[in-house]
């Protein structure tokens, strides 16, 4: 169609931020530092390249992500310890802080919980920022690697996408059947993938991810965590994923426990505080 004769005034239209977030809570992250110093390690995960496995991180831990062999992206999915229906929500996470995210900033949990799960307090990865094609580290837009995309687009039957090995995780982690681990299986952080949307078309990319051994990506665990995490099949995302073909790295999992009293002053957050009456009077059971 042709273009209106006021075309350019409406691009030129000035952007207003949906959630200004200047009224969030803010990570007390010299407390956590402060408790970080003497921590000490009470357990470790090495995640297989091409697979996954399940950690859990108590409420005031801290659990740490690091790159150990070669450059190797991982899809991490977390849910509340003792509430499979608490998870991460990528979406609303996004929508608080940005594409990718980075020290200080938080993973949101779905509603009706909508609170932090886990806030970053260490990205040796900080540095790279926003390229020249527009991509970054650590995204909350990408939604996992998964045999469903894969058999539309390429046809088969591939199972160490993320997806797969995650869902393989938590079924063995909580003993459920796969086909209702799977249900709780949702759209990860993206943890080491450089990434973004292309100018001209808007369509996401990938790109080799700078990750180096030794990188890591570190959190605080704001309430008990149970957390998956899948070495992506497609190793640095630098071509592909999905395959066999791209060069896998595993990828280490530690969980360190605070001193007592490192804490002190902190508590862990509450649910959301909407009554979620929605405009139609009290819920039965809840107070009004």
């Known amino acids: 169609m042709t273009q209106p004769p006021d075309a350019e005034a409406r691009r030129a239209v000035s952007p207003v931020i949906c959630y200004p977030n200047e009224t969030l809570a803010t990570p007390d992250l010299a407390l956590y530092a402060k408790a970080r110093a003497d921590a000490v390690k009470v357990a470790e995960l090495r995640v297989a390249p091409r697979d996954a496995g399940c950690f859990r991180a108590p409420a005031g831990h801290f659990f740490r992500i690091t790159s150990v062999e070669g450059p190797q992206v991982g899809d991490l999915n977390l849910w509340a310890a003792e509430d499979l229906d608490e998870r991460f929500y990528s979406g ?7 594409t990718h995210i980075t020290r200080g900033e938080r993973m949101w949990s779905s509603f009706p919980y909508l609170r932090p799960m886990a806030t970053v307090v260490e990205d040796t990865l900080e540095w790279y920022g926003i390229d020249a094609f527009g991509g970054s580290v650590h995204d909350v837009i990408g939604t996992r690697c998964d045999p469903y995309t894969h058999n539309l687009l390429a046809g088969g039957q591939y199972h160490h996408c993320c997806h797969s090995n995650l869902t393989r995780a ?7 059947p796969l086909h209702e681990a799977e249900r709780h299986v949702h759209d990860v ?39 998956a995490l899948s070495a992506c ?7 592909q994923h999905s395959s066999d073909v791209a060069v896998c790295h595993p990828l280490l ?14 508590s862990s957050p509450a649910p959301n505080g909407y009554d979620r009456t929605h405009g139609r009077g009290p819920i039965a059971g809840r107070a009004g």
């Not at 530690?254 to 007592?260: D, G, L």
Request: charged share 20%.
């Open 233 to 239: 099949p497609g190793g640095d995302c630098s071509a």
């Open 92 to 98: 609303k996470t996004r929508a608080l802080h940005g």
């Open 253 to 266: 999992v530690e969980v360190f426990a605070p001193a007592p009293g490192a804490l002190d002053g902190w």
């Open 170 to 176: 938590l079924a063995d982690e909580t003993g459920l």
């Open 189 to 227: 952080l993206n943890v080491f993938m450089c990434t973004g949307f292309t100018r001209d078309t808007g369509q996401y990319f990938m790109k080799a991810s700078p990750v180096c051994p030794g990188d890591y990506l570190e959190f605080f665990a704001e309430i008990d965590l149970l957390g």
